[in-house]
């Protein structure tokens, strides 16, 4: 085989290999990241009240069916939104939880694991509902409200 045969096959195969890794870096490059654990819809399911709190069972109750949505772009809490939303998200060890919150970790269905906490800030304003979640991944989560925790779940 000549030289210029060699030299043929050796761009040829080059060029393949320079094609594929091309490819490759541009789908990395644009990989999408994988959304945080509280980002979506939440619906309050039940209301928790282990000690004194500044709602009755009557007004918890008005709180069930209530939806919070977070996105990286805006939070919608219940029928308020905050279009600059700044997460804070945390892990909290057992005993600051529960010095914290006054509550055990036991009470909320929690195990004996650190719980995340997330703070929610918005420069519209401070709302209520949703502006705390407390969560472990893959069991439960809640938000406070004047001492009342209101369970979430997450819609589909």
């Avoid at 890794?21 to 541009?26: F, N, R």
Wanted: hydrophobic fraction near 40%; proline fraction near 3%; charge should be negative.
């Amino acid at each position: 085989m000549s030289l210029v045969g060699h030299a043929k096959r050796f761009w040829r195969l080059h060029g393949l290999v320079l094609g594929a890794l091309s490819v490759s870096v541009l789908a990395l490059g644009c990989a999408v990241q994988e959304p945080a654990f509280y980002e979506g819809t939440w619906v309050v399911t039940k209301a928790y009240q282990p000690g004194i709190s500044a709602h009755s069972k009557e007004q918890a109750a008005h709180f069930l069916g209530s939806s919070v949505t977070y996105t990286p772009q805006s939070a919608k809490l219940d029928q308020h939104v905050c279009q600059s939303p700044v997460y804070k998200s945390e892990k909290l060890k057992v005993d600051d939880f529960q010095s914290s919150y006054k509550v055990s970790i036991q009470e909320l269905g929690f195990s004996n694991e650190r719980v995340t906490q997330v703070t929610l800030t918005c420069e519209d304003g401070e709302f209520s509902l949703g502006s705390l979640m407390l969560f472990q991944e893959n069991t439960h989560a809640y938000t406070l409200v004047d001492g009342t925790f209101f369970k979430l779940e997450k819609t589909l």
